[in-house]
């Protein structure tokens, strides 16, 4: 019993430190964003002096955040959706199903997973041009799904190479077709993995900066981190709001997260990842 | 990767089915840019006037013999320490300590750990620059407190240690991300091993050596990929934190991208080292899923 | 039977994806009608004071032009820097936007042939009469965008910019310092500050681009309007590598080394060390008239401005110029109205708008115009006129080269930090200034 409790005292302080390390920076932050510019000198984590929520107020309202919030829930729904979808499709393909060419279609797809996207920006920006497109929310959607399909196709693959054979050539025996398969015998078992794949989907698409900023002109299409970057021109800007509007844009993810951790754990658990 | 095959009767192409919606706009969207750049690269071009001239690898002779780029790729190399190496050490240290026996709260620590990689680079980037502000900054503050003011720098601004301050940010977002990750693989690790090895009279330290790390092979060399790749490509932290400064101490390849690119108009050029940027990243993901599926098979 | 349910699975979701589509508005679909005419422009005034003004500008112009429209862009500098390129390129760009200045933005925009060019509005106008020729060069290009200061005028600007030296009239009264008059006693000055314990100079060059401005400062107290001219505008083969630039890049690392700047100013942002100073940490700051607004609310100091004081005997120039020009798309085909709105950017008018905003009109203010001087606004007012009328108005030096800014940046933060000297400096700015020449 006593080595037991011995043992207990070194992991936790271990885990309170890590955790603390990661608090710490974050919980600046949230105070920061209730301060006046002086306020924010005297002490980092001294209380604000009132919880006046102007900070807020003013990203939300003056700097626009009420619309870049709305653009930036469209598109994250719309990438998030088209890609979950996709990918299981193909997923199942890489995985289950015949599929002539697969040797050199998976590293084709992988590709576009290792990819610096700012170095692809401005092919993007003349194509979606040519296409009609530029400056809609097709721009933002579109390069997105193809994006996030490359990490999908790898994550769903990794599930559907790791599914019980036995179930699926059981069903196939019982003559279920390979879509009724996929649906009704793999689906119950794959929704862990994909509801990480829809939390990890859905995060990189809200923080995404560098396509918005250059693919978007229209002020009422812009996304949330770029909202941010108007808080850092090339003057001055005031760190306070900069700490509110920086919360405003974190907090969704991080409630996403929170909400949905424990599938998110339970989905890695399962999806038992093979890369 | 194993060839699936067709059930009797059935069309060998059905897979093609089921790929073609995903793969058509990936090919239009993702693909295609990527070959659109590398074809730039053999350009000059302002990236907006109608003329593109044809330089052959003039851009990559350029890429070469800059030292600019040198040092970029040096800094990078830097990064895969703070980014992969440190993460993936804490990550197993914590797994270890974590996994196996429930401790009470471990919800919490999970949940806790795991969110530096759920905000955007931008706001980490934000929140780490005033932590490292010599005046204000919590960071010189709490070494002034301890009595240790002979140690305060002016972190971000200084020539030798805004590499490391810039890379230990990496190491921030990076370290919980590879905790889960092995925390999911140790799941999977029978406990029987762990009791045997224990009957043979193994230390924890042992086990953790012979039994854990050995089991969480794939897992490793997930994180590894994924690390190593956030650090070749690493852009929005050094372009919020330093922009490549002091002189160029802390100047990276995606910034050097950026830079030429957006600043310079030196379009082709900036897609000459991109193209090399993925061929970097490329290789490296490559090798080590070589190295994993070697080892697997050995194993197997 | 299941492929019909395949497709039509794929077919709710891009059904889904296309109504969010159409979710969002975009005021460019909406059908004007035929008469009325719209006018897009995209400028950088983002921050609340100039938005307002701005917004009040256009609302005053619509009124003025029955049946005009102006849609209006609101952009940071560097988005625009990132974007506009590209969407000058377009048959439905912008029609007015606001162009940086020097070769990367303008110069290269020229030379794409991307700006009408302005000189028969110029006459048209008048506009001379609004602004000097050496206002006028900023904004001027050859065609083929390879010469900057002289051929077609390309863009007119709304405000002005002075760099000099903010002060803590608080701290300064406490202590009893006087405002320098010499270079020499701004120099003891500082020395004197340091000895109280205070800060002398709040600075930060963590973000880099303001250590130029810390440099040149200095620099344009040593050399003629000629040289920062040629150097600026890459004519007369002149070389950075004169003694007057050692000696204003040798004066910049004493300073450093002597504890002038906030303590570990190389990793102070340039807003944080504004916070500092505001919030009365250090006595004195060396920045630009654009600080001002931002220094009169929220704050228990009282602070003034004056410009960098000459050596004795020598007579000094200023950084300084014009704000970033509002200039036309060459392929729009509103340019009589895009200019009609440009002669509207630099009225009197707008001047006296951007003056109440605390920020320095280009124009000269009309008469009885009600604004008060007797404050910080009024200081960097009358440094702006002090080197406007004696033609002392200098240059922001990294519009030299397209690389300028970034050598720039880099070698200064290894001057400051004591990793080269003077002589390694101004050697490593000149390999840069060459190349460019020699190109």
Known sequence: ?275 | MRANQAYPGENKWKGWLYLLPGLLIYLAFTFYPILETVRTSFYEWNGFSAQRTWVGLQNYQMVFSDAQFTSAFLHNLVFILFYCVLPVFIGLLLASVLSRRALPGMTFFRTVLFLPQVISMVVVGVIWRWIFNPQFGPLNILLNALGLSGLTRAWLGDFALALPAVGSIGTWVQYGFCMILFLAGMQHISEEYYEASSLDGANAFQQFVHITIPGLRAEIGVALVTTIIAALRVFDLVYVTTRGGPGNATLVVGFLIYRSAFQQNRIGYASAIATLLMLMILAVSLLIRRLQTGNEEESA | MKRIRFSVAILLVFAFILGACQGGSKPTETQAPAEETTLVVWDQFYRDVESQVMDTLNAEFEAAHPGVKIERVVKTLDDLKVTLKLALTEANGPDVAQVNQGRSDMGAMVEAGLLLPLDSYLTKYNWSSVFSTSVASRNSFTPDGKTFGQGNLYGVSPTAEVVGVYYNKTMFKKYGWEVPQTFEEFDALLAKIKESGETPISFGSLDGWNAIHEFSAIQHLLVSLDYINNLTYGVNNVSFKTDENIKAARILQEWAKSGYFSEGYAGIGYDDSNALFKAGQGAMTITGSWLAGELINDTDQEFGFFLMPPFEGKTALAIGGVGIPFAIRSTTTKADLAAEYLNWMISPRAAELWAKAGMLPAMALPEGAEIETDNLFGDTLKAWDTINKGNAVGHYIDWATPTFYDTLVAELQKLLGSISTPEDFVSAVQKDYEAYLNK
């Not at chain 1, 019993?1 to 932050?29: D, E």
């Not at chain 1, 088209?82 to 002539?100: E, H, I, K, Q």
């Not at chain 1, 978007?216 to 941010?228: A, H, K, S, W």
């Open chain 1, 1 to 275: 019993m006593n080595g037991r409790v011995k043992n207990l005292v070194p992991r936790y302080l271990l885990l309170v430190f890590f955790s603390f390390m990661v608090l710490l920076p974050i919980s600046g932050l949230f105070l920061g964003a209730f301060k006046t510019d002086t306020q924010l000198i005297q002490g980092p984590f001294s209380l604000p002096q009132t919880w006046n929520l102007d900070n807020f107020r003013q990203a939300w309202f003056t700097g626009r955040f009420n619309i870049f919030f709305k653009n930036s829930v469209i598109v994250s729904i719309a990438v998030v959706a088209a890609s979950v979808f996709l990918s299981v499709l193909t997923g199942y393909a890489f995985g289950l199903l015949p599929l002539p060419g697969k040797r050199w279609l998976f590293p084709l797809i992988l590709l576009g997973y290792m990819v610096p996207f700012e170095a692809v920006i401005i092919p993007l920006y003349h194509f979606l041009d040519l296409l009609g497109l530029r400056d809609s929310y097709w721009a933002l959607i579109l390069p997105q799904i193809g994006l996030s399909v490359s990490f999908g196709t790898l994550w769903m693959t990794s599930f559907f190479e790791n599914a019980p054979r036995d179930l699926v050539d059981a069903a196939a025996m019982d003559g279920c077709s390979r879509w009724q398969t996929l649906w009704r015998v793999l689906w119950p078992l794959a929704k862990p993995s994909v509801t990480t794949l829809v939390v990890l989907i859905f995060m990189w698409t809200w923080n995404e900066f560098l396509l918005a900023l250059v693919l978007i002109q229209d002020e009422t299409l812009r996304t949330l981190p770029v909202g941010l970057a108007f808080f850092q021109g090339k003057y001055t800007a005031n760190i306070p709001l900069l700490a509110a509007g920086a919360l405003i844009v974190a907090l969704p993810t991080v409630i996403v997260y929170i909400l949905f951790q424990r599938f998110f754990i339970r989905g890695m658990l399962g999806g038992a990842v093979k890369g």
